[in-house]
Structures are given as structure tokens and as C-alpha cells.
């Protein structure tokens, strides 16, 4: 099992970039896949970004490709979302979670998730 907890979340204008960190305890957090989801308020959560155990394969929603980028590093079990170009519409509660092995874009497919960081885009 894995343990994610976020962090980097906060206030940022329009255009801004942040850089959420997701520290994902565990012994074998190469077999996770991990994910980023969001959630703004009266909105249903929604998948932001994943990336494969080895860091081999990454996917998008199409909402974030070009602005958004998912990396992790296996030696420090972490995985981060580096938010560039930020809008408006990207205020919401990030999540990060895991789920082992093949990736999958639904919040359903994840069964660790950590608490959320709040991201806020102001013009």
C-alpha cells in the first residue's frame, strides 16, 4: 500500500505556475501507479493526470495537456504536478492517489488517495 500526502498547493494569478509534491510512503512505490485528480466545488472530481510505476507512460485530460506535466521519482517515492499557464478554471482541491499497476483515469480505479491541497488561480 502507499500513503500519499500532498503539498504546494496555494494562491496563484492567472498565467502563474505551482509545483504540487505528493510524498507517497511505501516499499514498493515503483508497482503504483499514480495519479493527480481535482475537484472544484459543486463540480464531480476529475481526472487531471497519471503516470505509470516506471515513469515510462504518462496521460492527460485534455483540459491540462500542454500546461500541466506529471513526473515522479522512484528513489524518493514521490510524484509531482508541475501547473504552468494556470487559469481560472484550475481552482480546485488537487488529489493525489495510487493504485497498483495498469493505469487508469478513473477516481473509482484508485484506492489510496491522500488528503488535497487546494489550488487557487485569481485574476
Known amino acids: 500500500q502507499v500513503q500519499p500526502v500532498e503539498s504546494g498547493g496555494g494562491l496563484v494569478q492567472t498565467g502563474g505556475s505551482l509545483r504540487l509534491s505528493c510524498a507517497a510512503s511505501g516499499r514498493t512505490f515503483t508497482a503504483y501507479t499514480m495519479a493527480w485528480f481535482r475537484q472544484a466545488p459543486g463540480k464531480e472530481r476529475e481526472f487531471v493526470a497519471a503516470i505509470s510505476g516506471s515513469g515510462g507512460n504518462t496521460f492527460y485530460a485534455d483540459s491540462v495537456k500542454g500546461r500541466f506535466t506529471i513526473s515522479r521519482d522512484n528513489a524518493k517515492n514521490t510524484v509531482y504536478l508541475q501547473l504552468n499557464s494556470l487559469k481560472l478554471e484550475d481552482t480546485a482541491v488537487y488529489y493525489c492517489?495510487?493504485?497498483?499497476?495498469?493505469?487508469?483515469?478513473?477516481?473509482?480505479?484508485?484506492?489510496?488517495w491522500g488528503q488535497g491541497t487546494q489550488v487557487t488561480v485569481s485574476s
Open positions: 492517489a495510487g493504485r497498483r499497476n495498469t493505469v487508469v483515469i478513473t477516481s473509482g480505479g484508485y484506492a489510496y
